[in-house]
């Protein structure tokens, strides 16, 4: 192989390597939304550590001006909140990862209750007057599953205070 190739080559993979997976192959379809995380990312990570898990880089963005609190694309219709540097909420709007029970977007609101039965603390949507927060909770972490009154729009699992946080890090 000659020099001009060898070089070529060496270029074509530093740059794959720094280039975010897809989110197809980020994380396994099995991968299950949990009051730990969601499949190998879980509540607490760094970003770096969030990135070893999901397989792709993640860039912070956004959140309170003196950096406490931002926000990261971690697949396909995913999104993660950090505090300091910890991972500390995901937000799932993708029907392709559940919980353990089988719950994911697209779920009725009744399949919730029969699901988690006695479990589910409801409370009203800030914004939608016919929308729910159906909350399974576990010690200071949540599982909780934003509704418009009918079906499930968004899975968020996270520890508090950050999980209760209606407008993420605004």
Same mark, same amino acid.
């Given at each position: 192989?000659?020099?001009?190739? +060898?070089?070529?080559?060496?270029l074509?993979?530093?740059?794959?390597?720094?280039?975010?997976?897809?989110?197809?192959?980020?994380?396994?379809?099995?991968?299950?939304?949990?009051?730990?995380?969601?499949?190998?990312?879980?509540?607490?990570?760094?970003?770096? #550590?969030?990135?070893?898990?999901?397989?792709?880089?993640?860039?912070?963005?956004?959140?309170?001006?003196?950096?406490? @609190?931002?926000?990261a694309?971690?697949?396909?219709?995913?999104?993660? +909140?950090? =505090?300091?540097?910890?991972?500390?909420?995901?937000?799932?709007?993708?029907?392709?990862?559940?919980?353990?029970?089988?719950?994911?977007?697209?779920?009725?609101?009744?399949?919730?209750?029969?699901?988690?039965?006695?479990?589910?603390?409801?409370? #009203?949507?800030?914004?939608?007057?016919?929308?729910?927060y +159906?909350?399974?909770?576990?010690?200071?972490?949540?599982?909780?599953?934003?509704?418009?009154?009918?079906?499930?729009? #968004?899975?968020? =699992?996270?520890?508090?205070?950050?999980?209760?946080?209606?407008?993420? @890090?605004?």
């Amino acid at each position: 192989m000659n020099r001009k190739a +060898l070089a070529l080559n060496v270029l074509a993979v530093t740059v794959a390597a720094w280039l975010p997976a897809s989110s197809a192959t980020a994380l396994p379809r099995d991968a299950r939304i949990t009051t730990a995380g969601l499949g190998a990312i879980k509540i607490g990570m760094t970003e770096r #550590q969030v990135e070893r898990a999901g397989h792709r880089r993640i860039t912070l963005r956004g959140g309170a001006g003196d950096g406490s @609190c931002r926000t990261a694309t971690l697949g396909d219709k995913i999104h993660g +909140l950090f =505090t300091g540097d910890r991972l500390a909420r995901i937000y799932v709007r993708s029907r392709r990862y559940a919980t353990r029970s089988g719950i994911r977007v697209g779920a009725s609101e009744a399949d919730v209750y029969k699901t988690y039965p006695g479990d589910v603390v409801a409370r #009203q949507h800030a914004y939608n007057l016919a929308g729910h927060y +159906l909350e399974i909770r576990d010690g200071n972490r949540k599982v909780v599953f934003e509704t418009d009154g009918r079906r499930v729009v #968004q899975i968020s =699992t996270g520890r508090r205070p950050e999980i209760d946080y209606v407008e993420g @890090c605004a």
